[in-house]
């Protein structure tokens, strides 16, 4: 009887849904970022429309902390994450059913935006849910192996399912049918994560909400307290601007890279098809943010924060040259607008870190869970409002004056970083 294995009721093991959950976590919000942007240009939209109503679908992460609570108070993490599952797989298929039609535009953005909702709403039920469902060793251990698989997530989301649009436009002729087919494929993909995760996440005790009333009253004077106290901490109007500034630059940028690879030689663009656009951005360019991402991580492990912030800005803000000397040149060599691509996204990837561990360091402290969704908020909030601008500013001055403008903005990344004070030992591997 000693020899018989027993593993309690809700218990299983991490490899059997941490891979697939944050696959599936990936996936919805490139559909609304990045995706809807390269569908609708492909359909016909402007540029200004495109970059004006794609960078509305940011709230729902901006406002994200604000709702954040209530996924707490209501409910438990399992539920939420296996509901909004389903209302992203809903989503997927309303948006796969209006491209066709002829308001697809107005139709396929309300859906994007319930969408939107759903996905971020996802990313804390999901992330709440990862740190209920695992001990503090678990957690340690799998967080490179959740980031992993979210990062494949993109490059499926981003290369393969973009690929796969392009292939349909040449087989079918028929860019509408074609896009509406992908998003058919994305929300059959959906359906079976959902049906998975029903039958594979663990139901934790920690996650159980029963027997836990929670004081109205009480609860929104935290809130408040919290709210205070992250505007009111040392630096914090220095911090703020950072958040908010330093990737100005890169928020311009993001929303109008994909139409500029997209849009013919006559028109100021680089012509590629759909497909060598999947491939271009959605895979050479990931895998250089990912490396750029871990040699970041590496280095400051190594030096700190402090000592690797300036060649961090340097990073994220002069590669962006590669899209001046790509509007100028008008290259047709895929291999050398891979190159470009991958340059620009691996000194991104690396100077990102910088950004990422700086929100830590901030929300260090009282209330630092709070503060750092508070944190995110703001980091939704600057890619946000740029891009809104962004597609206008590049129709009235054109791509090369346009990629001109967002190296004037990288001073901006330079100006905000010098005000910042960070202690020489955070982010050094303790010995």
């Known amino acids: 009887m000693s020899h018989i294995s027993y593993r309690p009721k809700g218990k299983r093991s991490p490899w059997a849904w941490i891979p697939t959950l944050y696959f599936a976590e990936a996936l919805p919000y490139l559909a609304v970022m990045t995706i809807s942007t390269i ?7 402007s540029n200004t429309d495109i970059a004006f109503y794609t960078s509305w679908l940011y709230l729902p992460w901006v406002i994200k902390p604000f709702w954040s609570p209530i996924v707490d108070l209501l409910k438990t993490k399992r539920w939420w994450t296996i509901i909004m599952e389903l209302c992203i797989s809903v989503s997927l298929a309303c948006v796969a059913w209006t491209i066709p039609g002829p308001y697809f535009f107005k139709l396929s953005l309300a859906f994007f935006w319930l969408m939107a909702f759903s996905s971020a709403t996802h990313d804390i039920a999901a992330d709440g849910y990862y740190m209920q469902a695992l001990t503090a060793h678990e957690q340690s251990l799998f967080v490179g192996i959740r980031s992993t698989f979210y990062r494949l997530g993109m490059i499926l ?6 690929i796969i649009a392009g292939e ?7 860019v509408a049918f074609s896009w509406s087919m992908t998003f058919y494929v994305l929300a059959v993909l959906f359906i079976l994560f959902t049906i998975y995760h029903r ?4 139901c934790p005790t920690s996650d159980r909400q029963e027997n836990e ?3 109205m009253r009480v609860f929104m004077n935290e809130f408040w307290e919290t709210i205070v106290s992250f505007c009111t901490k040392k630096q914090a109007n220095v911090a703020i601007l950072f958040m908010l500034l330093y990737r100005f630059p890169e928020a311009l940028l993001v929303k109008i890279t994909d139409l500029f690879l997209i849009d013919p030689v006559s028109e100021g663009g680089l012509g590629l098809s759909t497909i060598e656009l999947g491939w271009v951005q959605g895979t ?4 250089g943010l990912t490396l750029g991402g871990i040699l970041g991580g590496i280095a400051v492990s190594i030096g700190g924060l402090k000592k690797w912030l300036w060649p961090m800005v340097i990073s994220i803000s002069l590669p962006d040259i590669v899209y001046v000397y790509l509007a100028y040149a008008q290259t047709t060599s895929l291999n050398l607008i891979s190159t470009c691509i991958f340059v620009e996204q691996f000194g991104y990837g690396f100077g990102f870190t910088a950004y990422m561990l700086y929100l830590i360091y901030y929300s260090q402290g009282k209330h630092q869970t709070a503060h750092y969704a508070f944190c995110t908020g703001l980091m939704a909030l600057s890619m946000m409002l740029p891009g809104m601008i962004a ?3 590049q129709e009235s001055l054109g791509y090369t004056h346009f990629f001109w ?12 970083s010098i005000c910042l004070k960070i202690d020489s030992e955070f982010g050094k591997k303790k010995r």
């Open 39 to 45: 569908m609708y240009k492909r359909l016909g939209i």
């Open 157 to 162: 989301g981003k290369g393969l399912l973009v």
């Open 168 to 174: 349909l436009e040449i087989f079918t002729r028929d």
């Open 199 to 202: 039958f594979v996440l663990p």
């Open 213 to 215: 009333p929670r004081n």
């Open 284 to 287: 050479v360019g990931i895998i």
């Open 391 to 393: 597609g206008y500013l």
């Open 405 to 416: 403008l967002v190296m004037v903005c990288t001073g901006l990344t330079f100006l905000v």
